[in-house]
Structure formats: structure tokens, C-alpha cells
């Protein structure tokens, strides 16, 4: 039972949960575009794919421009890109959706692996300085309450950004009219059609959203995070993001709470080395949450009506 | 029938030489269609005659090939609903465009939002609104009640108030009674008198003759996308309506002799079953069928029915009760060994549970049997030539409109679809015929013939439970009549019980 007493113990520091919240900032913000984008009816499980176009641009563009700021612009673009592949193909062209998202994935790891090669030879991408990373802000006086402090206040600049984000995304469907029209894209196309909501724009935007989102997340992990990038380094996340939107039921602090358990289960693999168990069962742990939640923990959630059909008007 | 004739009173939608064609098929041929203000004008045709393509060119759905539309006079085009909205043409569509998991109000509103400052949805402008729109007509409504969780009519209601609040001038009604009980057709059509009343102009799509008759003013017959006639509803008649849209005469009523009810052939005992839901659907359902007569189940949709044909074809397991056929209990049987107990089940989700659609008409036609000897070489290599010859046989037994049976099930129209399955299924020569919905969306040729052999299996000897959404289906086929309300079996009546009657147990109303 040490293993259990050693993670006991691991549980009562404030670093654990400062590194598990990072962790689920990770995954928060393609969750929050997953659910912006299968509320509006797009079913998207290319978070991944874009997380990791956004992660290579990311320092791709901050060994060019050196501000970070700049490179996390051009990450979310880059990301939001490979939304718009994603949107044309399956709102004008009516692709299965799921097909779509696993060749963005696909393509996402080939074209990084290429611009690599092309660009950089066989020799690695190249190190960040420090001072050319997203940075880690400190809260004045709020980042000294005891373990509090350590947990919320000490934190990466995106892990605010996300948190606001989280916030106003919440906002944004369940209190506003685009939030309202986006919904009833996502649940009945046909019917807020009729009432004269263009369904198209709607569903275009919000699979754009989640590009954005994702490569912001993309950005954090290779230049927040991290500070290179190497082949294939989102490893699965924008999966279990996708993961974590399903157990959320499709809202975005349904979605946080999941993060924060997949965050909990990263955080503590990374610091398996005070614990006594092989850390190749500990790096599975994430991943058999995901599992445990998919196979029905959460119970048998409802996606939005008409989540994953595409809308053709007028036919009978 | 409002009491001032309506002839001279002017145009509000005046369709001219309108074409819309698919690929293969001409959906509008030149159609011409007028509508004048101030009455309820019926559009009637058979299934696929271009009602509801003309419908939704009018409402922007659609764009036409060609022609010109005019509203009060005056020429518009209609890129989309929003144009039609703003020429003041509203849609209540067949199947309802409201959202279950959305709130009365927020469906109401949905696409002209109250909204404060900053884009946030104004709950209580919303309310406002509906409280008003339901005082000047009459309509209430509660604004926060979940869509899901209201009646049909209710739901019907909530179209209307969505349309009205539009400020819709001119309101399409399509197929508006299909899914409505007697009563709430009764009420619709007080509402819809009443807002003509008020200056509102109504079409009415429907291919149910009595009712068009009862409420409409004037009537544009279709047929295979031509305009064929115009009528005023007071000079006509039920026949002259049903010939136009045939094109030839119909028999309305079925020719029902007396039957010669047999020995119980189908006998079930306090059944109960769970819907997919996981909730009770059925509790304690006890019925007779008697070889030779037609047993109907009268009911509004949702209180069993379904459920009850699915258990007795095997598909749906019970959880108490017993069923047997003749002195053998079956209860306990699955759907293969009921078909081969001599039940036959013309499910009433024709596209789901009835057809293969991207099978051919033959593969269609064997579903079921498809190891019986006479079809597969030890129960694994199919007989091709005995299977064709088969198929052969029960396209022209049937009248199967298909250009050979190797088409696929899915390009034939509804009607030939739903006789694929009727052929399948009298053609095995069951001792017990369980047809549920089995015209449904099927022309009127094709329901006379199916009516026909329905009755033909039952003066055959074969016991015949049938459920059906109409009615006036019920009603002419059967010889006794039960009445389900909410899992249960609340009255039995004779063939010939009275509509409002009926209508009365099938809303949960106690039986004088």
C-alpha cells in the first residue's frame, strides 16, 4: 500500500495541483472548441491535430519573430486553419465528420514532421530562451496566501487566459443570442433555418473557434510549457480533451472538472519518481481514465441532436 | 367554412408558372397557384405531387426554376425564410422545428431574440412577448416549460405563436392534423377560423378529405406536380376531391362484409414492457384476436401501441405477461421463431425496421426467410433463381412499381416500399397479421390496395391486430376496436363506435 500513501502524500503538496491545474489548462482550451464546435452540430475530434500545428508554429514563428505573444497569434491561426479544412469539408462538402478529423490528425503529424525536415534538417527545431516563452505570472500579493497562492496565482499567462476563457465561453451559449442560435444549429439545423439563422456561418465559426482554441493550447505546451518542439509532442491530449467535452456533457465547466482529473493523473505521473510503482503504469493513467470515463462512468450523456449530421436545406 | 364567400376579395399569394425540378423528377410543372386574402385555401395531392415543394418555394426553401411570385401584388423573390418572414409568410412545417431541449419561449424567439445590451438573452422581453401574443390570440402558452415536455397540440401551438410572432400575414399549415388526436384537430381548427377572423390568410396542406372540407374555403388539387384543379369547397365532395387527386375513382370506404370471427387465435395476458426510455410503456395489456377479424387499436401515439407490436413480433421484450397463439405460449420466443410460428409484422417504422434500403426489392422480399429451404441451400447458400422467381411472383401478385427486382429498396417511392413489406408478409400466409401504421405515408391508390388485402387475409382466416395514427383507418377496417390510453387497455368497442367516442377514451376521458 505504499503506492497509495506515497500518492497520499503527493496529494498534500501545493506543486501537485499547481502542475495538475497546468495540465488541465492543456486540455481545457481544445475541450472549450469541442464543445463550441459539436453544440453547433460539427462533431470534432481533430483538437489534436490542431493543437500540434499549433504547437510547431508556435516556435516555428518565435525563432523568427522572438515575442511569444506574436507566435501564439500565429498558433491559433494556424490551428483555426486547419478548423477551416475542416469546416469545408464537412459543412460545404458533407463529409463524414469523423473521417474528416482523423485525417487532420494524420496530416497534422505528416506536415510537421515535413516543415521540420524542410526547414530545420535533420538537426533539432531549436531551444527558446527563456525570455521568449509565454510567461509564468506572479499575482501580487495573492500568489502569497499558503498553498492557494502556489496552486492559483503562480501560474502560466494561459492558464488565466484559459480560465477567462472558460468563463466566457459558458457565458457565450447559455446567456447570449449567438450563444442561443449556435445551440439550435447544433440541436435542430432545420428549425433555426426556417427561423432565418444562417446555419452555415454559425457552424463555420464555431468550428474556426475551436481551431483557435486548440492552438492556443498548442502554443502553451510548446512555449509555455515547454520550449521546443518535437514530432508528435501533443501525445493525445486534444483525444483526452475530447474525452474530458464528453464527460463535461458538452459544457464548458462539465468539461473544466474533467480536465482537472486528467490533470490530476498527469501531474502525478510526472512526479513518479517519489512514488513506488513502475512509472510505465503511471504514464498509462490518464489514458485509462479517459477509458473508465468513456465506457460510462459519467452515465449515457446526450450530445446535441444533430451533432455530427450534416445540414442540407430543402431536402425532402 | 367562413360565411362570407371570399371571391372577390384580393390576392395574397399568387403563384405563376412555377417549375422545380431534381434530378429525374419534375416536382413543379408549371404550376399556377392563388390565394386569396382572408381565407383558408386547402392544397391537397397525394404523397410526392408537389404540395410541399410548391410550400417551400413559397417560403424560401426552395428556389425555383423558373417563375414569378407575387404577394399582395406585388413581385418578390425568395432567397430564404428570412425573405418570406419579412413579406410576412409564415411556415408551420409537418414535422415541427421546434427544439425538445429549448424552452417554449426560446423557441418562440429563436432567430428574433429579445436581447440586452451586450447580445444577452432577454428572458423576461421574452415572456413579455408571448403573454401578449397569446392575449391577442388567444393562444396561451407557458413561455418556460420545456418543448420536450409538452403535448403534441401544445407543440402544435407553440408553431403557431412561433409564426404569429413573426408577424406572419399569410400561414402555411403543413399536414398540420397527422400527429393531432379528434379533439385537438377540432381545437386547431377554431384557432385557425378564429385567426382568419383577425385578417390572417391561411394554406392548409392535407390529403385528408373530411377535414379539408370542413375548414377550408377554396381547393388547388395536385397531382404529379401539375396543378389539376380548382374547387370551392362547398360545391364539392369527398369523391370529386379524391378523383382529381387520383386521377381516376377511388374507393373511399373499404367494402367490409360482416366477419366470421373464428377461435382465438392470439390471446395476451396482462403484458407489460418497458419503452426505450426504460420506463413503463405498457402495463397489463390483456387482448383477444379471433381468426377472421380485425382487431384495431385506437390510440393517440405514444400511449403503447408501438411497444405492444414490437413485444408480440418478438423485438421488444416483455417484462410480465403472457402470449399465446392458439394453445402455444410464445412469450418467451424470439422474433425468428414467432415469424416462423406463423405471426407475421408489418412494423410501422417502415424505413428502420421493415427494409433493407440499399438491399434489392428480391433481397427485400426474403428478409425473414431467407434460411427456409426453399430460398437457401442448407440454411447458408441463397438460391438465386428460386429467390428472383419468388420476387417475381409478389411484384405482380402486389403491384410493386419497380423496374426489376434487383433495384434497390431505397429508390422506389413510399408506397411500393411499404407493399415490399405487406407482399413479404402475407406471403408467408400467417395465422396472425400484425400491421402497425401500415399505410402511412402512403398514397391513396396504394392504401385502397392495401385495405384490400388486409381485409383479403382477414375473409382468408388469418386474425389481424392493426394499429394505426388515423382514425378513420381504424374505424373502416376493424371489427371491434381497443382503445389503449397510457399502457393500458381502457375499453373495447364494436367497429362501428362513434369518432368523438373514441376520440374521448383515447385521451384518458371515462367511457358513458
Redesign the interface.
Known sequence: MTVLSDIGHLLLTADLWHAALAAAVLLLLPALGGVISERSGVVNIAMEGMMLTGAFFAVAADLILHDPWLSALVAMVAGGLMALIHAVVSIRFRADQIVSGIAINIFATGITVFLINRFYGLQDVGHLPPSELLPNLQIPLLDQIPFLGRVLFQQNVIVYVALILLLLVHVLLF???????I??VG??P????????NVYRLRYGAVISSGLLSGLSGAFLAIGISNTFVPNMTDGRGYIALAAMIFGKWTPFGAFIACLIFGLGQAIYDNNSIIHVSQYLLSMLPYILTLVVLAGVVGRSQPP?ADGIPYA??T? | MTEQPQDEAPLAVEMRQIVKAWPGVVANDHVDFEVRQGEIHALVGENGAGKSTLMNVLYGLLQPDSGEIRVRGRPVRLHGPRDAIAQGIGMVHQHFMLIPVFTTGENIMLGREPVRPGGFYDHARAGQEIAALARRYGLALDPNARMGDLPVGLQQRAEIVKVLYRGAEILILDEPTGVLTPQESAELFGVLRDLVKSGKTIIFISHKLKEVLEVSDRITVMRRGRVVGHLLTRQTSEAEIARQMVGRDVLLRVDLKPARPGPVALAVEGLGANSDRGVPALRGVSLEVRRGEILGIAGVEGNGQSELMEVLAGTRRPTAGRIRLGDRDITALDAAAIRTAGIAHIPEDRRGAGLILNYSVAGNLILGHQRDGSFAWRQFVLRLRAILEWARRLIGEFDIRTPTPQTPARSLSGGNQQKIIVARELGARPTVLLAAQPTRGVDIGAIEFIHRRIVAERDGGAAVLLVSAELDEIRSLSDRIAVIYEGRIVSIESGDAPEDRLGLLMTGGSAR
Do not use: N, S
Open positions: 446567456r447570449t443570442r449567438l450563444g442561443l442560435r445551440r439550435a440541436e435542430h432545420e428549425a433555426a433555418d426556417t427561423a432565418g439563422i441532436a436545406p430543402g425532402e
